[in-house]
């Protein structure tokens, strides 16, 4: 079975930082697209950062120049790097990523991690 394990998370006070990870457990084929969703309480879940298979990334403006995303191909594995925290940015945040798991699949399916809770608070 193919999961998504996620790592880190938690409280920290406005300003500070903290690291996503997420690794890709089981057997595939290939990984397309790879990206952190989050979705605070009476809210819509958001894309915050998104990497292509073809390393191009992209960030929602809100995050732009906090938050950096990066890819493992090798590893198949994507983390998060997240600066200067603001109390917006609290949320359950959610790894995402597009897998091909069996032979002549064109159309990835959407794998999601567990989810962890990012608190950002005086």
């Known amino acids: 079975q193919v999961q998504l394990v996620q790592s880190g998370g938690g409280l920290v006070q406005p300003g500070g930082s903290l690291r996503l990870s997420c690794g890709i457990s089981?057997?595939?084929?290939?990984?397309?697209?790879m990206g952190w969703y989050r979705q605070a309480p009476g809210k819509q879940r958001e894309l915050v950062a998104s990497?292509?298979?073809?390393?191009?990334?992209r960030y929602v403006d809100s995050v732009k120049g906090r938050f950096t995303i990066t890819r493992d191909t090798a590893k198949n594995a994507v983390t998060l790097q997240m600066n200067s925290l603001k109390p917006e940015d609290t949320a359950v945040y959610y790894c995402n990523a597009e897998i091909i798991t069996e032979v002549g699949q064109w159309k990835p399916t959407d794998y999601w991690g567990q989810g962890t809770q990012v608190t950002v608070s005086s």
């Open positions: 990497v292509l298979s073809n390393g191009r990334s």
């Open positions: 089981g057997s595939i084929i290939s990984v397309h697209d």
